[in-house]
């Protein structure tokens, strides 16, 4: 998936596929997640607001499904309940 920088502090890329739903973010503490059936409004919502970190926060982070990618590794989430990836690594 193709992902673009933008300006944030703890959140470096962001990438979305709107044909599967697939939301793609990169941190600045490392890991990319890729978070699934993610509607193009709370995308578009997402890139809109004015705090990424806390609309990440409040509407993506504990919402969707999600599989991380940290160090090689591939964790499956259910959601990223078990910690913030701008905090830590949640794993399982």
Known sequence: MH???IPSTEITQVGYQED???LEIQFVKGGVYQFFNVPST???EFMSAPSKE????SKIGERFPALA??????VL???CREGSPM???PRR
């Open 69 to 74: 990618f940290r160090d090689g590794d591939l």
């Open 42 to 44: 709370v995308f578009d």
């Open 87 to 89: 905090q830590s690594f």
């Open 54 to 57: 806390g609309y990440y926060h």
């Open 20 to 22: 599967s739903e697939t």
């Open 3 to 5: 992902r673009f920088p």
């Open 77 to 79: 989430l259910d959601s």
